[in-house]
């Protein structure tokens, strides 16, 4: 295994020392394998720990000993109005290759893969930006509207076929294929994972329990409320529940689907009555797979 995932290393790292000089799409080094990633695992979503963060879902990576699972977790963002585009594995080549994510003005093209909580495979439904401040999107984010007092609710109905596959390209992957705004968003100004997000995944990495291998797909630390921390409160486990599969991700990550959608999602449905509990929709079980461009809340937002 390790000799497989060094030579990918060198193929993977060639590529881009080949790759012109003003090339500006969006390259990963060192992350090149022939075995396809296992399908996302089900997982609730922990509560938003205070306002600014924003959701960044799990992603299963690779290292020396296979595929491992990186928790989806809530990270602030490094800059007012940015938000984070997940990273992505693409076949071509006869290969898998990881497309890292990034933090931009806009949402890029993320392959089709549905990660859901407002990721589901186009755009991103779960919040914007409005006034420096992040509205939150209770219907796909887990929010204690006690705490975070920007909030809106948007459900957007979506055909009921669940996917949770992890890949585009290749035998059983998604069919997406990036659209002209979502190739403008991957030529904007970008910034890389933080410091923060890199120490989580290397905590992942170092912890044998989040090997595909060794939890056979269903981890026991999916998702945790603050990046880098594996144990304590809020931190949720893989589910075993088919009715959880298809409430978890509903959304369905087809481009013909989501794009359709896409173009209603910019009137906001905003109810000030709907600040439930903390409860909140702890399980994402509706998805916004819009999210390109938003209209004004009609509510006054919190500063």
């Known amino acids: 295994m390790r000799k497989n995932f060094v030579a990918a290393s060198l193929f993977f790292a060639l590529i881009v020392l080949l790759a012109p000089a003003g090339t500006s799409a969006q390259i990963s080094v060192g992350v090149s394998i022939t075995t396809a990633p296992p399908a996302l695992p089900v997982y609730t979503q922990p509560i938003c720990p205070a306002a600014g963060f924003i959701w960044t879902p799990g992603y299963w990576s690779y290292g020396p000993a296979g595929y491992f699972w990186v928790p989806g977790t809530w990270v602030r963002a490094p800059r007012v109005g940015f ?3 997940p990273g992505y594995w693409g076949w071509g080549g006869g290969v898998y290759a990881w497309h890292g994510g990034y933090w931009g003005p806009h949402v890029g093209f993320y392959g089709g893969v549905n990660y859901g909580f407002g990721y589901g495979g186009v755009g991103y439904g779960g919040g914007y930006w409005h006034g420096g401040v992040f509205a939150y999107n209770t219907s796909v984010n887990h ?3 006690n705490v975070v007092h920007n909030t ?3 459900t957007v109905i979506n055909n009921t076929s669940v996917s949770r596959v992890s890949y585009n ?3 059983g992957g998604t069919t997406a294929r990036a659209t002209a705004s979502e190739e403008s968003a991957a030529h904007e100004n970008h910034i890389q994972p933080t410091s923060e997000q890199t120490r989580h995944e290397e905590t992942a990495k170092n912890d ?3 090997l595909a291998s060794e939890n056979h797909g269903r981890p026991s630390v999916a998702a945790t409320p603050k990046a880098g921390e594996f144990k304590g409160a809020g931190v949720t486990g893989a589910s075993h529940s088919e009715h959880a599969a298809k409430s978890e991700h509903a959304e369905n990550p087809s481009h013909s689907s989501a794009r359709s959608e896409n173009a209603s999602s910019n009137q906001h449905n905003v109810s000030k009555q709907q600040k439930t509990s903390k409860n909140g929709n702890s399980n994402g079980a509706h998805h916004n ?6 209209e004004n809340p009609s509510h006054k937002e919190s500063k």
């Open 83 to 85: 938000l984070w585009t």
């Open 143 to 145: 929010v204690d509207v």
């Open 152 to 154: 809106y609710s948007k």
């Open 169 to 171: 390209g290749g035998t």
């Open 208 to 210: 044998r329990a989040q």
């Open 289 to 294: 797979s819009g999210g390109a461009k938003h």
